[in-house]
């Protein structure tokens, strides 16, 4: 007899226990939105200053470095044209040498420079991203949303009503003393 019941029990608790789950499971709602960055660069005010900012930038580190590079292919041609000549092998061997350490110096000064490129960039974007990442936030918290995704994010759907780049850019520009 307590056998029966104890396995009665057992079998109403199991049953149960997926009730009680499934309505649990039932209750929460995720609030999601999605944001098309791309929308957003392409939009937002301050992106567009900042992009003209740092090509300006960029392109007068261009200027700059061209002199250096172009320093840097003389010397070489030079040394190109020395060995092409009559050399003793002592004078070759100098000359290979210098060669290969011109053009590593050379090769070093053009990776420092794209470096330098990528640096004004990133320094000139990075407070923007904040702005944009950090008004994000606020609009999610504003609008109970539990997680907003990237457009791009491999997102296979989601109805356009979830799409909240709109008011995101609109506030964004709004700050920024721009409205549509």
């Known amino acids: 007899m307590r056998l ?4 009665l029990l057992t079998l109403v608790a199991a049953l149960a226990v997926p009730v009680v789950l499934y309505a649990a499971e039932e209750e929460k709602v995720f609030k999601y939105a999605y944001v098309n960055m791309e929308r957003v660069v392409d939009e937002y005010v301050l992106f ?19 002199a250096k590079m172009d320093e840097y292919q003389e010397n070489l041609k030079a ?19 210098t060669y290969k350490t011109t ?6 000064f053009r990776n420092s420079a794209l470096a330098k490129y990528k640096r004004i960039e990133r320094d000139a974007f ?15 918290v504003k609008k109970d949303y539990e ?21 995101v850019i609109s506030e964004l ?8």
């Open 4 to 7: 029966k019941r104890f396995l």
């Open 48 to 66: 567009k200053e900042v992009r003209e900012e740092a090509t300006k930038k960029i392109d007068e580190a261009r200027v700059e470095d061209a």
């Open 79 to 97: 040394l190109e044209e020395k060995l092409d000549g009559p050399l003793t092998p002592e004078a070759k061997a100098e000359t290979v040498d």
């Open 103 to 108: 053009y590593e110096e050379a090769l070093d």
């Open 126 to 140: 990075e407070p923007v991203y904040k702005k944009v990442y950090e008004k994000i936030e606020s609009y999610a």
């Open 147 to 167: 997680v907003v995704f990237d457009y791009s994010a491999i997102l296979l759907y989601a109805d356009e009503k979830c799409d909240v780049t709109e008011e």
């Open 173 to 180: 520009n709004e700050e920024a003393g721009i409205s549509k």
